[in-house]
């Protein structure tokens, strides 16, 4: 990992796109992916939940609008994807001549896991007035399924320009679309999935944690459960994270989500201090199919282009639509 007192942070005008590191300040692996990225002409796009190790190479760190936008104007021939396969999935959508590889193909999400493409064709039929909004964790079969999709970072927006005479069916996390109800005053059929990393912190756990710190706000991931989602002073986007803690003027803050952001956080805003939201029983705040995703697994899957993201052209044809309604909707002023 990189000391990260000697990188300035770039402020809000580029958030999510990282400092260059001096390659002397890196160690021998990063430096080799550096070099395979010169040689390939690729970009590497990490989420904010990666180890340090992989946002410290990566050309952009950021949350899953972020890395959709870049991976829709990327001018690199290969498309390294270090986050989940629904991530690395939607970027091959975005750009279907592509090379586009990930480090490991079995970095799943239980969001995606709970909402099968076939059960939801089962729903949709039961109203032909349903208008379905898809969470972006989902698989690509599903986003085929769907009108639009939705990121936590734009979601309130897109369901606020959402038909107002078609009946909404928001799949597949209930906590999200729980929170956007409650954002948007708009009704809506929630799938019932879960993030199981999200769901782990509690009401009484975090309610300790604010007694332990009463000066340090709260801010919270809308994948959380309502209980804890009360107790946030802020519910937002893991990019608005970063925004909102430059923003504060508080010294402390506590984070509840994933443990991956709070490298990106102590790295755009130095002198602060990030405390993780602990959980009831364990120490639970790692996804685990995150975290399936090293340094080497990064260095082999650009060494070897493999695995590599393949979809059947009518998928790809299919799911489009709904990624780029979401693009035009969010770049709307
Ligand atoms: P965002 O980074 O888009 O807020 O999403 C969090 C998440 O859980 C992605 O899997
Ligand atoms: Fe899926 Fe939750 Fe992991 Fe995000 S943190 S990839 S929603 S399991």
Not at 166 to 193: C, H, Y
Not at 275 to 282: M, R, V, W, Y
Not at 289 to 302: G, S, V
Request: hydrophobic residues 40%; negative net charge.
């Amino acid at each position: 990992m990189i000391d990260l007192t000697e990188i300035p942070s770039r402020g809000r005008a580029e958030t999510g796109i990282r400092q260059p590191v001096p390659p002397a300040k890196l160690d021998a692996l990063s430096r080799e992916i550096l070099d395979l990225k010169k040689k390939l002409n690729a970009v590497i796009l990490a989420h904010n939940y990666q180890v340090a190790e992989i946002q410290d190479v990566a050309d952009f760190v950021g949350d899953s609008l972020g890395l959709s936008q870049q991976a829709a104007k990327t001018s690199a021939d290969v498309i390294v994807f270090c986050g989940v396969h629904f991530m690395a999935e939607t970027a091959k959508i975005l750009n279907p001549g592509k090379i586009v590889i990930l480090p490991d193909a079995d970095a799943g999400c239980s969001l995606e896991e709970s909402c099968p493409a076939d059960q939801l064709e089962a729903l949709q039929a039961t109203n032909p007035n349903f208008w379905t909004i898809a969470y972006i964790n989902c698989s690509a079969a599903v986003k085929a399924l769907c009108d639009v999709i939705v990121t936590s970072g734009n979601a309130v927006k897109i369901v606020n320009a959402a038909p107002k005479d078609r009946d909404l069916l928001f799949v597949p996390d209930e906590n999200l679309g729980a929170w956007v109800i409650e954002q948007t005053s708009r009704p809506m059929t929630l799938w019932k999935g879960n993030c199981y990393v999200h769901v782990e912190w509690t009401h009484a756990a975090i309610s300790r944690i604010r007694e332990e710190y009463p000066d340090a706000p709260l801010v919270a991931h809308p994948e959380c459960t309502r209980a804890v989602r009360l107790l946030a002073d802020e519910v937002c986007s893991t990019e608005k994270m970063v925004t909102w803690c430059q923003k504060s003027t508080a010294k402390e803050i506590i984070i509840a989500t994933e443990a991956g952001m709070l490298h990106r956080l102590q790295k755009e805003c130095p002198g602060k201090t990030f405390i993780p939201a602990p959980t009831e029983n364990c120490r639970c705040n790692e996804c685990r199919f995150m975290k399936m995703n090293t340094l080497e697994k990064l260095r082999n899957c650009m060494r070897d282009l493999t695995p590599r993201v393949e979809l059947p052209a009518d998928i790809i044809s299919r799911a489009r639509l709904p990624i780029d309604r979401m693009l035009e909707i969010s770049a709307r002023p």
